[in-house]
């Protein structure tokens, strides 16, 4: 299996609609592949329970179709960081439980998953542990999606700093357009392009709504799926 953990320069940064365009590419190139989002906050009521927006998208676009309890284990209605969200409904989140959900979903053995996280790197599930100690407990790469607007820069380089420190291997990032407005996009994806230690698997355009068919064809997976040395 190739697994990564997907994580973020901030929230609202287009992780989840990065996620289905490597979820589509690893499909198109004849991959079993699945989504996986452990925890999600800011979800709704609905008649089959609590859903989150993200985590549908996650297991529309896995070729590897599973049950919905099994992409998003742990749902929280309040749209907070997760330790709040969790703390207002009366829960008390570990990594070892997010791990063991995770491992459980696993054993399906997609040749490609994505591990979607919540906000950036270091968003805390409790008033101990962070998110980030997820992908650390399960041993995989890391993927980074930029979202190029103003900061972006200092986020991206801050954030891939952080994760190389946590031993962690930065195994790719993604360009994110969000901002159709900024100057000099071009020349800050170059930028970080030459100061992130890690190739960039794709760019993708800004879309006011988005095609992950079409985004999927910015993705490159080659960096991904090739042994690392």
Not at 39 to 49: F, K, P, Y
Request: proline share 7%.
């Amino acid at each position: 299996m190739a697994v990564f953990f997907l994580t973020g320069t901030d929230t609202g940064i287009g992780k989840t609609t990065t996620a289905c365009a490597l979820l589509h590419k690893a499909a198109l190139q004849g991959l079993t592949s699945l989504g996986v989002k452990p925890i999600a906050s800011g979800c709704e009521l609905t008649v089959d329970g609590l859903r989150n927006d993200d985590a549908l998208q996650l297991q529309h676009h896995s070729s590897l179709k599973l049950p919905y309890q099994e992409i998003n284990p742990v749902t929280l209605a309040a749209p907070l960081s997760p330790h709040l969200a969790a703390k207002q409904a009366g829960r008390r989140l570990t990594i070892s439980q997010l791990v063991g959900y995770t491992r459980a979903t696993l054993t399906h053995r997609p040749q490609f998953a994505i591990i979607e996280g919540a906000g950036g790197w270091r968003v805390p599930i409790s008033d101990r542990e962070m998110l980030s100690a997820l992908p650390k407990e399960l041993n995989v790469p890391v993927i980074l999606v930029v979202g190029i607007r103003l900061g972006c820069l200092n986020h991206a380089l801050l954030t891939a700093e952080i994760i190389l420190r946590d031993g962690l291997r930065l195994a790719g990032w993604v360009a994110n357009c969000i901002d159709p407005a900024m100057d000099a996009i071009d020349e800050n994806i170059a930028t970080l392009v030459h100061m992130l230690p890690t190739p960039c698997l794709g760019v993708l355009p800004y879309q006011a709504q988005a095609n992950i068919a079409e985004l999927a064809e910015c993705i490159n997976l080659e960096p991904l799926l090739a042994k690392p040395l």
